[in-house]
């Protein structure tokens, strides 16, 4: 057994080891591994045929696929961890951590857009896009060199995550877990590059999200079911686990509300930007593999969506953990209590079934973020810099050994982290905080330039460390909640990449003006826009309207933002809220919850209705009119230095 608990439900016992495997589980398992590397054998020819299939599935995916891709990408073995971590601590209240993904919100129907309207195949191409120049060329190596030691770091800790379930349900080393079944998830990305991790991911996606409802499910009838855990609750004096806005005080105790107030605007206003969270340059991969416009803009709003309904789904099942064992002092025991309900309450047969999925949710992420480092690598490294002339053969034996590279280097990362929480909130915070303005910024400003952008890097990978973990280990500073961290360092860099922006000459115009006609950015580019219209590349703003919300668009005036996007935004994250809180609450047999839950499906119909018919007409034969349209631009351009 995992060790016992009293009649109070305190945990007396330990994390005793016996989990035992019948051949059923075992088939299980063997049958799952088998059906991921059989994937990187069928879509093998697929992902060899240029790099552009190797690592964007050709551009031709719609919605359903990518969303899929990001909902099982965001459900990682620590993923459980992290969300339980943070529920049996704060109760539902915890859930707001999980609301960073909100940025979706609105980014799916703004900087979604502005990125696949720009082709770019990654975060550091559009550098090149957006900017010009040595700033250009600085970025563009930067952002790359960055986001493979990224790609590795989160390689990392979600690996030694498996590590120490693996450690916990049958014995082994951690560096065991976090090895063996990376390496098997190499061979299918190696073998069809993005075809097989999207095609992986559809089913590990489905796989998974049945796991997630059995595994949960029974741990809330095991812990009396929803009457039960609000009156264990009630009983331990604790009702106000069950409440999502139990906050502790404005500025005081654990949850304050100053703390809600930072997430949200984090969250909700950096959909506006590109990079504005860890999580954008996987879902930039997602958007661009999409075949259009609004498919890349619904890939990204479904996919989170799952995500966090999924989180509510988990917190209930938490709460129910919580009622059983509701005094484990130690975060890196009772981080692993979801999996604790599967692992210990789940007859046998159902055990393998159980790990196969964990192993779904290990391999999604892992894929996803094999190949997105071997893009920086290999596009934005090997092809801009080394070989600009290499072969569409030569660049996808390329990806394959840069995946394998970083497959490598994830090792060295996993096995230097320890506890998982504290790794994430540095990653998805701090090392976020300076450079989430001039992530918006550089979306909706015009004279944000590249100087101040780079400045804007390198002065927050110096000052997140000083602030965060070197004033504090000498005394300088007190430990500070991470909110405060956040708009301390947040501060320091404006006072650095503001007056660096306005001491060093904008981007060239032309370049801009490039920039503006293909992605068509929200925001401030007066300038910009009118020497577009001066060159005769664009024409002046004029929507016809015979209603209040406009039905039928022709694609000139689909290009434009208007009142239809403006309500989407604000309707966007609201329908999130609802949604999260409302299956749980709805979980918990709570009247409110329902309520919730059906403004929510309300609220997404709505939005739904005002949206789509824009993102259609801006949809229709974008990539014909794409060429055309830069052939033009190239030929007035021309003109114009000539003249």
């Known amino acids: 057994m995992w060790g016992t608990h009293d009649a109070q439900g305190e945990d007396k016992g330990g994390w005793g080891l016996m989990v035992r495997f019948t051949t059923l589980d075992w088939v299980w398992v063997a049958l799952y591994l088998l059906l991921m590397v059989g994937c990187g054998a069928l879509f093998y020819r697929l992902g060899k045929r240029s790099e552009a299939d190797f690592f964007l599935a050709g551009r031709g995916l719609p919605w359903w696929l990518p969303a899929t891709s990001v909902y ?16 049996y601590q704060h109760g539902l209240r915890g859930l707001w951590y999980t609301f960073f993904s909100a940025w979706c919100a609105i980014s799916a129907f703004v900087s979604a857009r502005i990125f696949r309207r720009s082709l770019a195949y990654s975060q550091a191409e559009w550098q090149s896009l957006r900017f010009g120049g040595l700033g250009s060329e600085l970025l563009r190596g930067w952002i790359a060199g960055w986001m493979v030691f990224m790609n590795m770091f989160i390689l990392g800790w979600v690996g030694i995550a498996m590590g120490k379930l693996c450690h916990l349900i049958f014995g082994w080393p951690d560096w065991v877990g976090l090895v063996l079944f990376s390496t098997v998830c190499a061979i299918y990305v190696l073998a069809a590059g993005y075809w097989g991790v999207v095609m992986a991911d559809f089913q590990q996606g489905v796989i998974a999200f049945i796991a997630i409802l059995i595994v949960s499910f029974w741990g809330i009838f095991e812990a009396g079911g929803p009457e039960g855990i609000l009156s264990k609750l009630r009983a331990m004096g604790e ?24 997430m949200l605007v984090i969250a909700i206003i950096g959909g506006f930007g ?11 991969q997602r958007i661009q593999s999409a075949r259009t416009v609004r498919d890349a803009s619904y890939s990204i709003w479904w996919g989170t969506m799952l995500v ?35 692992l210990e309450f789940l007859p ?79 990653a998805l915070w701090i090392m976020a905080a300076g450079v989430w303005l001039p992530n918006i910024l550089q979306v909706v400003w015009w004279r944000f330039n590249a100087w101040g952008y780079l400045i804007a890097w390198i002065a927050n990978l110096g000052l997140s460390w000083l ?20 708009w301390i360092l947040m501060g320091l860099g404006a006072l650095i990449y503001v007056p660096v922006t306005y001491l060093t000459p ?95 499906i309300l609220l997404t119909a709505i939005m739904h209705w005002i949206i789509d018919p824009k993102l259609k007409a801006a949809s229709a034969e974008y990539e014909k009119k794409q060429k055309a349209y830069l052939e033009h631009l190239d030929k007035i351009l021309r003109w114009e230095e000539v003249r």
């Open 72 to 87: 099982a990408t965001h459900t990682a073995t620590d993923t459980p961890m992290w969300v339980t971590g943070i529920v």
């Open 239 to 262: 009702e106000w686990r069950a409440d999502p806005f139990a906050f502790t005080g404005l500025f005081s105790g654990d949850f304050p509300i100053a703390w809600f107030a930072t």
């Open 274 to 284: 590109m990079g504005t969270a860890i999580d954008w340059y996987v879902e930039a």
């Open 308 to 342: 966090l309904t999924r989180n509510a789904l988990w917190a209930v099942a938490i709460l129910g953990f919580y009622v059983l064992y509701p005094n484990i002092p130690d975060r890196a025991q009772y981080e692993l209590g979801w999996y604790r309900l599967g």
């Open 348 to 426: 046998a047969g159902m055990l393998g079934f159980f790990f196969a999925a964990i192993v779904a949710i290990h391999l999604s992420t892992v894929a996803s973020h094999l190949n997105l480092g071997a893009v920086y690598a290999t596009r934005d490294l090997y092809h801009h810099y080394v070989r600009p002339q290499a072969s569409e053969r030569e660049l996808v034996w390329v990806g394959r050994i840069s995946t394998l590279l970083v497959l490598i280097g994830s090792f060295f990362y996993g096995l230097m982290m320890k506890e998982i929480t504290k790794w994430l909130i540095f």
């Open 467 to 486: 602030i965060v973990w070197v004033l504090p280990a000498f005394g300088v500073l007190p430990n500070l909640p991470d909110y405060v961290q956040f």
């Open 506 to 600: 904008p981007e060239d115009m032309r370049q801009l003006v490039r920039y503006y006609v293909m992605s068509r950015p929200i925001g401030w580019w007066g300038p910009v826009r009118a020497e577009a219209e001066r060159l005769g590349l664009i024409a002046p703003r004029n929507v016809t309207r015979h209603s209040l919300l406009k039905r039928e668009w022709s694609a000139e005036e689909a290009d434009e933002w208007t009142r239809e996007d403006w309500l989407t935004i604000l309707i966007s994250p609201l329908a999130y809220m609802a949604l999260m809180f409302g299956v749980a609450l709805a979980l918990l047999q709570m009247k409110r919850g329902v309520v919730i839950l059906i403004t929510g």
